[in-house]
């Protein structure tokens, strides 16, 4: 049975194949028909439908399976098989549209086909369902072959500029000018890179650039562009060879003097393994002065990229001499001993200080140390910055230049700072360092410094040397392990001491603290915490020098030794004022999550709303109960009290929201944030201040020479440590004073 009903299915399919085969072949007069019947059918009930389906599938058609019996008799029972799993009905009755059925039933059928015929009637019944993707169009297979992943012209075309912009990015950050090793000539960077393309190297990279990672081509790059760095103690200038004397290869003049320097240093970088090398005597138009700002501005990075720094000392011919060079005494060497990474020293004969290939700064790093007393961690590996201020000018401060301003100017490595260079300005560059510094850092020992002051602004010193601290007052370096003070010890308790209007004072320098400082037309507003200078006296025992006892405001007596003659204090028709200062610290304010409000030992203060320890006269359960019962008495009448509280807190607030409605909403947003910022300080914080606040510091001496004149600064030429009176728990007003 189910081989017959499969075979009369499989009969009717073929029918319906051939149909549709007919239909198509003669598309143009098949429409009309169809068409028609759409136009004059009428839809049919749903049982209407269902009966009509049936009765197809049991009428036979004898004609049409007798012609196909013979071409089919041995596809049917294969097709049959593969048709039985779908047990549909014939979708050309249950649709409402003829020729959407025909091609449906179509499409059902190809299943049973070959591949090829499967094709062909997908190309000529395409449904309506099929995504527009699948037939793309010719225009989307071009633009698909074109995409940069694919198409091998376009991507050789990107690596192409790839490689290009490694070579610009090179030639970018080495120096303007190189001299070859192999010829002595002297070249340009854009000669430099013409001399690349044309060799050997280039071109076997640029042929397999598809081939070549970006990495090798980096690294390849960088091999050909390395070069030596000349550092050397300059003789006359009319001795060193300058840029306008070379006219060929260094190698075949024989003036001026010092030609033999560069000579040997060429001949060394070439027997090192370097093709290219630079000398300051040479490889600097110093008469173009774009050029000149330039390098001098660039030549910390410059020594820092290079491969190696060769290190000349003329002046040395055994390692035990090497602490009395001149090398370390001048201000350019500074940045040519931090910024290399491999540094070799040759002594007067050219021949190396210390036989090895490593790294001689490392090999020598502890000597260095003892002779620059730059800490051996800034040694090894230094990075430009504006920490250590004070530390990092005092580096400089034994070390001397021919020109003042090359004082300043072989500093900017050192900080990463850029300003422009100047000659002629004098000692101004230095001061425009320490404003360039002042601008990037909060750094208070930047103005730690003993001597005199600048003459063009008194809050600036006027050397690096003031920046290096006497070794009688290395206590007292603020930059030393050693400097230590006994801190004061105060409790949790200390704003109890402190009237309302001070500890306001104190809130509002917690809630609103000093944002910094600022300069403008010579004149810098600082905050301050201000002492009123009550005495100044001569000290008489010690005659020679200027020395005076001072006695300032909520400050014990101290003594200020001077850089030259104070006016006096009082006298006829003066109105000198000195003040002794303390410089505002963002570090006074405790920090967030801190804990040292009180000090480990600090002394406990007892508890005035303590309980107090129960007494022995009555017995323990009875105490018990009279506690119980004092407790809750003392419960209902803090519950009246804070009923009263409420009552009075929300007339309170009723009148200030009428207030309020009356001011606008600028004068609404100050409240809201002092009530926010009121909230915030609390008293652990106030006596976190204040106990920072007894503790010695660095202050400085102000004065001025009358009412209404800007302060200019004392020098000083030891360090004013002031100590807190004793005995009394103060708190000076942040003030901000005009310093000239």
Not at 54 to 66: G, I, K, V, Y
């Amino acid at each position: 049975m189910g081989v017959d009903k499969a075979g009369k299915k499989s009969s009717r399919f073929n029918f319906i194949r051939k149909a549709t085969s007919r239909t198509t072949d003669d598309s143009t007069i098949q429409e009309a028909p169809v068409d028609g019947i759409e136009d004059n059918s009428t839809p049919a009930p749903e049982g209407a439908e269902g009966e009509e389906s049936r009765d197809l599938q049991d009428e036979p058609n004898t004609q049409d399976e007798a012609d196909m019996q013979d071409e089919t008799n041995t596809q049917d029972e294969t097709n049959t098989q593969a048709e039985l799993p779908r047990q549909d009905p014939l979708p050309i009755v249950t649709e409402p549209s003829q020729d959407e059925s025909l091609r449906q039933d179509s499409l059902s059928i190809v299943e049973t086909e070959s591949p090829r015929e499967e094709a062909e009637m997908q190309s000529m019944f395409p449904s309506s369902d099929t995504p527009t993707q699948e037939f793309a169009s010719p225009a989307e297979d071009i633009d698909r072959a074109d995409s940069p992943v694919e198409d091998p012209e376009v991507t050789l075309k990107n690596l192409r500029e790839t490689f290009q912009n490694i070579i610009d990015d090179k030639l970018a950050n080495i120096p303007l000018r190189l001299i070859d090793t192999h010829s002595g000539i002297l070249y340009t960077s854009n000669d430099l890179e013409g001399i690349f393309k044309e060799s050997e190297e280039y071109q076997r990279l640029y042929e397999n650039l598809l081939s070549t990672s970006v990495s090798k081509l980096q690294r390849k790059v960088d091999e050909f562009f390395r070069y030596a760095m000349l550092s050397h103690k300059w003789a006359s200038a009319k001795d060193e060879p300058q840029y306008w004397q070379i006219k060929g290869s260094v190698y075949e003049m024989d003036a001026p003097r010092e030609i033999c320097k560069l000579q040997q240093f060429c001949t060394t970088s070439k027997r090192e393994g370097y093709r290219w090398a630079w000398s300051d005597t040479c490889c600097i138009d110093k008469t173009n002065n774009a050029e000149l700002q330039e390098s001098i501005i660039s030549m910390f990075s410059w020594y820092k990229e290079s491969a190696i720094t060769i290190v000349y000392l003329a002046d040395v011919s055994d390692i035990s001499q090497l602490k009395d060079s001149q090398w370390f005494k001048r201000g350019w060497t500074l940045q040519e001993l931090l910024a290399p990474q491999f540094i070799k020293f040759y002594k007067q004969d050219w021949q190396p200080l210390i036989d090895s290939d490593k790294n001689h700064k490392d090999e020598l790093l502890t000597i260095l140390h003892d002779i620059t007393h730059i800490d051996i961690d800034d040694l090894k590996l230094f990075q430009p910055g504006v920490d250590n201020v004070k530390k990092r000018l005092s580096w400089v401060g034994t070390r001397t230049t021919k020109k003042i301003e090359d004082i300043a100017y072989c500093l900017m490595g050192i900080f990463g700072i850029h300003m422009p260079v100047m000659y002629g300005e004098k000692h101004n560059a230095f001061v425009r360092l320490q404003k360039e510094i002042m601008a990037l850092t909060d750094d208070l020992s930047l103005f730690d410094w003993l001597g005199e002051s600048s003459n063009l602004h008194s809050y600036f010193a006027a050397h690096p040397r003031c920046f290096i601290t006497p070794s009688y007052d290395a206590r007292q370096d603020s930059t030393s392990p050693k400097f230590e003070f006994r801190l004061l010890k105060t409790s949790k308790r200390i704003t109890s001491g402190l009237s309302s209007s001070a500890l306001k004072l104190v809130k509002d320098v917690l809630s609103n603290p000093p944002h910094g400082r600022f300069i403008a037309n010579g004149r810098m507003s600082m905050p301050f915490f201000v002492h009123e200078v009550v005495t100044l006296i001569p000290n008489q025992n010690k005659p020679g020098i200027f020395s005076y006892l001072v006695k300032a405001e909520g400050l014990s007596e101290l003594e200020v030794t001077v850089t030259g003659q104070l006016a006096p204090l009082y006298g006829k028709k003066l109105a000198v004022k000195y003040r002794i200062v303390r410089m505002w610290d963002k570090s006074l304010i405790q920090r967030q999550g801190s804990t040292d409000t009180e000090a480990p030992d600090a002394p406990t203060v007892d508890n005035p709303d303590s309980p107090e320890p129960p007494t022995t006269e009555d017995s323990p359960k009875q105490d018990k109960e009279k506690d119980k019962d004092k407790e809750k008495e003392k419960e209902k009448e803090k519950e009246k009290g804070k009923g009263k509280d409420k009552e009075k807190e929300k007339e309170k607030e009723k009148d200030k929201d009428k207030d309020k409605e009356k001011e606008s909403w600028v004068g609404k947003s100050k409240e809201l944030v002092t009530d926010f910022v009121a909230d915030i300080v609390t008293h652990s914080t106030a006596a976190a201040l204040i106990r920072r606040m007894q503790e010695p510091f660095v202050a400085q001496l102000l004065y001025s020479p009358g009412d209404k004149q800007p302060w200019r600064r004392v020098g000083t030429t030891t360090r004013i440590i002031a100590h807190a009176s004793s005995g009394s728990v103060n708190f000076r007003a942040l003030e901000n004073v005009i310093v000239h």
